[in-house]
């Protein structure tokens, strides 16, 4: 099993910007895809980007150009830049892993709110 341990969220007001960051238990150059969902209340867990060991990213409609998904293979971590941030945006935001073979990993959440 992947221990996920996640850091970064908080309040933002509307155009604002936040980090989060998911730090990996083990190596994750052997972790084949890692990245982000998030769930906002009353609404199902939804994919917001996603990055593999080769290279590729995918993200969200919603979030395009504005969040980017980015990998430290040193510090076995994994980063959502959030820019423009919008009140849609507001939910709790999991990283998870997935190592083929193997169920998925999935972090404890952090809460995402954005505000005036």
């Known amino acids: 099993q992947v221990q996920l341990v996640e850091s970064g969220g908080g309040l933002v007001q509307p155009g604002g910007s936040l980090r989060l960051s998911c730090a990996a238990s083990?190596?994750?150059?052997?972790?084949?895809?890692m990245g982000w969902y998030r769930q906002a209340p009353g609404k199902q867990r939804e994919l917001v980007a996603r990055?593999?060991?080769?290279?590729?990213?995918n993200y969200a409609d919603s979030v395009k150009g504005r969040f980017t998904i980015s990998r430290d293979n040193a510090k076995n971590t994994v980063y959502l830049q959030m820019n423009s941030l919008k009140s849609e945006d507001t939910a709790v935001y999991y990283c998870?892993?997935?190592?083929?073979?193997?169920?998925?990993?999935w972090g404890q959440g952090t809460q995402v709110t954005v505000s005036s």
């Open positions: 083990v190596s994750i150059d052997s972790i084949y895809a």
């Open positions: 990055s593999t060991n080769g290279g590729s990213t």
């Open positions: 998870y892993a997935r190592r083929l073979h193997f169920p998925d990993d």
